[in-house]
């Protein structure tokens, strides 16, 4: 396998005295869907925003295409092909849908790209589009998910961190969300996934990390973990194997 898009070693975060992730590994290579999942409270949000320089990380290193982004800021990286769908969804709540989409381009210049762009996300999702200039606010909680997925894929990011999109969304529009990331990682869009649904993550990933308080405790190719007899037990809402 080629060097790895995005390598953590070694990252701890801590808030005040509670470390909250406790000195992990990870990688992530180009065109890989990988999964990150765990109980609440594992560390695997901690995770993706000490990689996405929005916690400082108490120790260790993050290397992105190359090269250490541990000091550089969150603005910075969307810059250099980071983008990050943030678990709440985010959106401007008293912009359009057509104004977030371009505020998911606000690194890039080139306008008939950008408007390309807009077009391609209203194919993928075209409840948006029905909806373009509609107050994002006004959005269902499915719909502002959707609409949080498309800003990300504006910045044509070269890595996309998904932080628990099926957060709060009916059973229907679950299986939406992971249709289109699916399509998206079928396309060539490198994603770090973080999702309590463990089932539908290890059956979308190519490969998964589980996390318990703060550690990496399991590691490996995602249909092999669907397999095994702790992830069953502990997140598959099944017996282990006597």
């Known amino acids: 396998m080629s060097d790895a898009l995005l390598k953590v070693s070694g990252l701890r975060v801590a808030y005040g005295g509670i470390q909250a992730v406790k000195g992990i590994d990870l990688e992530v290579h180009k065109g890989e869907l990988v999964a990150l999942i765990g109980a609440n409270g594992a560390g695997k ?20 295409d190359g090269e250490s982004v541990r000091t550089a800021g969150a603005h910075t990286l969307a810059g250099r092909g980071l983008a990050m769908v943030p678990e709440g969804r985010g959106v401007f709540a008293r912009m359009s849908i057509s104004e977030n989409l371009l505020m998911g381009a606000f690194c890039r210049n080139d306008r008939a790209g950008i408007a390309a762009d807009v077009d391609k996300m209203f194919g993928i999702f075209p409840r948006l589009k029905e909806r373009a200039s509609q107050m994002a606010g006004t959005l269902s909680g499915g719909e502002q998910q959707m609409l949080a997925m498309a800003r990300g894929l504006m910045s044509r990011p070269r890595l996309l961190l998904l932080d628990e999109p ?18 998206i990682s079928s396309e060539g869009t490198t994603m770090l996934l973080v999702e309590q649904n463990a089932r539908l993550a290890l059956e979308s990933a190519d490969r998964a990390y589980v996390m318990d308080s703060g550690l990496v405790t399991i590691s490996g190719e995602a249909k092999e973990m669907l397999a095994d007899p702790r992830v069953r037990a502990a997140y598959l809402g099944e017996a282990a194997a006597q």
């Open 166 to 183: 099926s957060m709060g969304l009916s059973p229907l529009m679950v299986e939406k969300v992971f249709e289109v990331v699916r399509a």
């Open 45 to 64: 949000t901690s995770t993706l925003k000490a990689i996405t320089g929005m916690l400082e990380m108490a120790d260790g290193d993050v290397v992105f």
